[in-house]
């Protein structure tokens, strides 16, 4: 992507602001990095800094995250994607009553799978797999090609003792995930616990010798 003089030193400005955030929400008006107030973000920069909040999230700066998010949604109330991001910046942050209050809001309004997926991990976060499992299914039945999803509806499956369900989910997710050393453990586990035992070498084979082993041990060990 091409970026222009503009957007470049927004961008900047924003990484700055990042560094010196200490996590702390911003106040007043945007500066960039010569001092001065910041013109209003284009759409295309907009799209820029939500793609940057969201590598916030992966990386671990979840509070700083939530601080620009919070800046973002003055200027964009009710966007789906930047709550989306809020969600789960705040799921990260363990603040579970304000992520479950945003999904709720998203759920309100339609937005799937993204909030049925959000009132899964709030659960699964409260240890209430029984809750879990079915905001999981519906966001499978949105999101029906989603190894992750899949993979979460399919350990939620497992936590709550219906072994062969979720060797069913958790098929689709390893079939979408490859290699996936955490969606292949989850399926060794299903396959020993609903009778696919016969199954488990060819489940774990894709993986490097020594991570096979300690799946293997650890699906072996593995309880509810």
């Known amino acids: ?13 924003l990484a700055a ?17 010569s001092g001065e107030q ?18 916030m999230n992966e990386k671990g700066q979840s509070q700083a995250a939530l601080a620009f998010l919070d800046d973002y949604l003055k200027r964009h109330p009710g966007n789906a994607e930047a709550l989306t991001l809020q969600g789960e910046a705040l799921l990260r942050t363990n603040q579970l009553d304000k992520a479950e209050q945003v999904y709720l809001a998203l759920d309100r309004r339609r937005i799937q799978p993204a909030a049925a997926f959000g009132l899964g991990q709030v659960r699964a976060q409260y240890n209430d797999w029984k809750g879990a499992a079915p905001q999981y299914a519906r966001a499978a039945q949105t999101a029906p090609t ?13 936590k709550t ?38 199954k488990v070498t060819a489940i774990l084979s894709p993986l490097p010798a020594g991570e096979r082993d300690a799946a293997l041990a650890f699906a072996r060990s593995w309880k509810p």
Not at 1 to 13: D, E, N
Not at 146 to 158: E, Q, T
């Open 1 to 13: 992507m091409i970026v222009s003089r503009r957007m470049a030193g927004l961008l900047v400005g």
């Open 146 to 158: 989603d190894p992750r999803v899949l993979n979460n509806y399919g350990f939620a499956l497992l």
């Open 17 to 33: 602001a990042l560094g010196a955030s200490g996590c702390k929400s911003m106040s007043g008006p945007a500066m960039n990095v």
């Open 161 to 198: 003792g219906d072994f062969a369900t979720a060797y069913d989910v958790l098929s689709r997710a390893a079939q979408l995930a490859g290699e996936n050393s955490q969606v292949r453990t989850n399926l060794a586990i299903a396959a020993l616990n609903s009778g696919h035992d016969d």
């Open 38 to 55: 910041a013109q209003t973000p284009t759409a295309q920069e907009d799209q820029v800094f939500l793609a940057l909040i969201r590598g």
